[in-house]
């Protein structure tokens, strides 16, 4: 799983990072997104939904927020 601390990143910083990690990674690679921004699950949910990717979040700490990304299974 690759990891990206996008923590004290304002949009849309993260949103740019998860699009060079999907393109240079791969799309095949589940990503961890971490960030302290709330704004940044609505970039993240819209980049998922254009590109066929699953996403949840967890608010692991107050304000802090674990975003996961990977790819739909094939049926």
């Known amino acids: 799983?690759?990891?990206l601390d996008c923590l004290g990143d304002m949009?849309?910083?993260p949103a740019m990072r998860?699009?060079?990690?999907?393109?240079e990674e791969g799309a095949?690679?589940?990503?961890?997104?971490i960030t302290d921004?709330?704004?940044?699950m609505n970039?993240?949910?819209a980049i998922c939904k254009r590109?066929?990717?699953?996403c949840s979040s967890e608010?692991?700490?107050?304000?802090?927020?674990?975003?996961?990304?990977?790819?739909k299974e094939e049926s």
């Open 37 to 40: 921004h709330s704004c940044v």
């Open 51 to 54: 590109q066929n990717l699953l």
């Open 18 to 23: 998860l699009q060079k990690a999907l393109k």
């Open 11 to 13: 949009c849309p910083i």
């Open 43 to 45: 970039s993240i949910q």
């Open 1 to 3: 799983m690759i990891e």
């Open 28 to 33: 095949g690679q589940s990503i961890l997104l």
């Open 59 to 71: 608010e692991v700490i107050n304000g802090v927020w674990e975003i996961t990304i990977s790819p």
